[in-house]
């Protein structure tokens, strides 16, 4: 089993950090926040991320595919109070990257979640580009 450094994370300072609500639509039987829907709130403050730090390279046939997603579960969440995910980039490497992210509701760390992202031109996995490389190194997390 995959388990992600949680010290890594829980330590670092991020770049970005949004926040986002919970909806009704989220709970499980048990009245907590889903797994799934953790997820899908992992996945939209990706997307912000993306779309402030990398969008401008996103043309031409160039995109990102998710090659691997883990999410370690830390705590319950809980509707109505929304999250708070911090999101910044962990490594960079010659045809992806991975992004390290954090989870809190109410200042309490609920979960977190490690995903790498490919590169891809033309729907094939391709070699980063530098400007894209620049724009992740300004992101890294500290």
């Known amino acids: 089993m995959v388990r992600l450094d ?23 039987v048990q009245g907590h926040v889903n797994n799934v829907a953790v997820a899908v709130l992992f996945q939209e403050a990706r997307g912000r991320f993306n779309k402030g730090h990398v969008a401008g390279w996103l043309k031409d046939g160039r995109g990102l595919v998710v090659g691997s997603l883990f999410i370690d579960y830390a705590g319950s969440m809980f509707y109505p109070d929304p999250v708070e995910i911090q999101t910044g980039v962990l490594e960079i490497s010659n045809k992806s990257y991975v992004l390290g992210q954090v989870a809190r509701q109410n200042g309490r760390i609920a979960a977190f979640a490690e995903v790498t992202l490919v590169v891809t031109e033309n729907g094939r996995a391709a070699t980063m580009p530098d400007e894209l490389r620049t724009a992740l190194e300004e992101a890294m997390i500290g």
Do not use: C, G, S, Y
């Not at 010290?7 to 499980?28: G, H, S, W």
């Open 6 to 28: 949680r010290q890594r994370l829980q330590n670092a300072t991020f770049p970005e950090k949004v926040e986002i609500p919970t909806r009704f639509d989220d709970l499980d």
